[in-house]
């Protein structure tokens, strides 16, 4: 091998054991068999200390053989496992099944986090070809382990350990409904935030208390925001849903409705009261009063609330003009919207072209 791709490789097996990307160890595999052509010769390994570098060419070179001795070396090379893990898919099976009875000999003596590190590897790779036995292996040692091992993982950089830590944390029990509510409003993966709505509720039972529902009443994501809306019937405290009526929201809004009309009180009547309170209005509550109104008795009140002073209960009348159709169904309706197209609100503007459109 040329020194130029010894020195590239050795550069990239650096990357990859600094770097927190898992990926890296796929590609470094991808890069070492694009530069040794077929017939390059790798010096199989022997007992003799060797190179992370000269073992790493020889666990990704593309002799089978090769790889399949160098597999024996691993373990007086731990930094070197990722490689372990990427050749649980070999192409060879001999390679395959000889990775995989290594990683099984490793697994149970790891500390916590080189478990993870693994279990990250595995993730990265499970898009190949019989890459899941080695996932499933590391998995079912997160799940059988220490609880540490586990929870240390929330907080993962990687997206999708992150994503498995938090399911195997909720399927273990690990996390009080409390600190699930908090997760699931404070997060910023909206997959990681749901499974945590959903995992909290189930978790604090029939009757729900206020450190469940009020960490997700104040959520950003407005499906960890309906979750808790949602709660407040089984929590007996169905009047606390009406604020949300009018949520920025239209799944919290619909929660909303349903809460409320399961406990008997339609919210139709309450939408209207809110929307002749120009003043006081919430911004999005035009768009409300459409969602359950219809067009003969509530098109009026949406008419007049497009000069509204402001600009978003302007482009939430507009919105629900155009939900109930009534763009298309009264006579001068596009032309007493059009004039909206030079509104000064770039909001207004867009949600008067959207109407306007069929």
Known sequence: MPSTHLDDVADRLAIALSCSDAGAWARLDQHIRAVLPRDEHVVPPTDTPVTATALALALCGPDGRTREA????VGASPALLPLVVVRCADWAAPVRNRARAVLRAEVPGLAPVHLGRLTAVALAAGDRLRGGEALELLTTALREGPAVGVTGLLD?????MRRLAHRIAVERGLLSPARLAVI???GHDVVVQDLCADAALAAAGGEPDDSVLAPLLRARLGRVRAAGVTALRAAGRPGEAV???????AVVRGSARWVLRRTGTDPLPLYRAVCAEADAMPPDAPLGLAECGDRATDADMLWALTEHPRPRVRASAVAGLRLLDAVRCDG???ERLARLLDDTSPRVVRAAESALAP
Do not use: F, K, V
């Open 70 to 73: 160098a597999l024996s070396l």
């Open 156 to 160: 993962s950089e990687d997206r999708r």
């Open 184 to 186: 699931a409003s404070t």
């Open 243 to 249: 604020p949300y009526l009018c949520d920025r929201s």
């Open 332 to 334: 001068a309706g596009s």
